[in-house]
Nanobody, 119 residues
Framework: QVQLVESGGGLVQPGGSLRLACAASGTMFSINHMGWYRQAPGKERELVARITSDGSTNYLDSVKGRFTISRDTPKNTVSLQMNSLKPEDTAVYYC?????????????WGQGTQVTVSS
């Protein structure tokens, strides 16, 4: 198994910043890509940002220029720096990893961390 443990999140005023971090642990695995998804009440889960093993990134259009994803590949960690936060960024944020263990490629998820943007 691969475990993803998230940290960060919380309550912030509009225009503020937060940083989310996620660490992957387990045995005998290699990570293809890591990323962050979010799910707001009554909405489907959506991809916020993703980074591949070679450093390629892609972002949800609404967060481009405000959020930055980074990855420490040897340490199997990924971070999401969120600036200029807006109320519509309020959601539960989930860390995701696509990892290979043996010959099996699987999706792994963190437990989720709440981000609330409100004055």
């Amino acid at each position: 198994q691969v475990q993803l443990v998230e940290s960060g999140g919380g309550l912030v005023q509009p225009g503020g910043s937060l940083r989310l971090a996620c660490a992957a642990s387990g045995t005998m695995f290699s990570i293809n890509h890591m990323g962050w998804y979010r799910q707001a009440p009554g909405k489907e889960r959506e991809l916020v940002a993703r980074i591949t093993s070679d450093g390629s990134t892609n972002y949800l259009d609404s967060v481009k220029g405000r959020f930055t994803i980074s990855r420490d590949t040897p340490k199997n960690t990924v971070s999401l720096q969120m600036n200029s936060l807006k109320p519509e960024d309020t959601a539960v944020y989930y860390c995701h990893a696509l990892a290979l263990r043996g010959s099996r490629l699987d999706n792994y998820w963190g437990q989720g961390t709440q981000v609330t943007v409100s004055s």
